[in-house]
């Protein structure tokens, strides 16, 4: 189990080089609009910070962000909206923040954030799981926190 | 720029939760194979660690792991395979931990590492990049190291 604390920097990681396989070339990239909403979500505030970041690699599935906790797992989240989703990622950084296992809650996460999950990884504390499966009780995935 | 230290540690973490959409649910899963592969393949060697991880969340496009290094990039791979893909995931560990710009190198990089790509994430380090879009100059997509 993961504990955190109040102190853990909650950070959104927005992909400024996503753009629709649609879009021209030339044209401003989707992926910026996205990270001057979520930025603009976020106005003054600083319990979240919001970095731009080239190329998360999602880019079958753009536009792409991340949302990561120091000590907690990090998300990444594709099938964004430039113009619905800065205040998505933000309302999940919030949520993230306040949890206390680690994981961003299922509960009350937003909706692009749950079906638009990516992947997700451990912490860097993450000593990893035993060897032997018959300490596993596997059964159909569910919803994955 | 990210600069690494031959101290930093890299570690491959194996998703044990996946199995192909196709494989019934009460068979042994492929994930599991695969992380046992990829331990057979480092054998006692120490310089890579493999842990086993219950979902890095990439269900759609199992088998998954990640590759990881302190102070460096993170990969997420998806599409691998049980009986190919631990030798794979090994040398792409070892590859990443010669790096010294906190990327995992493209040329030299197995084809399952290319082709296979779900996502990176930056070092905590991070900074972000800058608002000014002018700043860039946005070419096609081509290899994402």
Redesign the interface.
């Known amino acids: 189990m993961t504990t955190n604390s109040a102190a853990d920097r909650t950070t959104v990681?927005v992909c400024?080089?996503c753009r629709a396989s649609s879009d021209p070339?030339d044209a401003?990239?989707k992926g910026?609009a996205l990270?001057?909403a979520t930025?603009r979500a976020l106005g003054n505030a600083v319990d979240v910070t919001?970095?731009?970041?080239?190329?998360?690699?999602?880019?079958n599935r753009g536009l792409?962000a991340?949302i990561?906790r120091?000590n907690a797992w990090?998300?990444?989240f594709g099938d964004l909206d430039a113009e619905r989703d800065g205040p998505t990622l933000i309302a999940g950084a919030r949520l993230f923040a306040q949890s206390t296992d680690g994981l961003m809650p299922w509960r009350g996460r937003p909706e692009p954030l749950k079906r638009g999950?990516?992947?997700?990884?451990?912490p860097?504390s993450?000593?990893?799981?035993?060897?032997d499966?018959e300490t596993?009780a596997?059964g159909?995935?569910a919803e994955?926190p």
């Open positions: 990681l400024i080089t070339t401003p990239r910026m990270a001057n930025a919001v970095l731009r970041v080239r190329c998360l690699g999602n880019c792409s991340a990561r120091e990090t998300y990444v999950l990516i992947a997700r990884m451990p860097l993450f000593a990893g799981e035993p060897a499966p596993y596997f159909a995935r994955i």
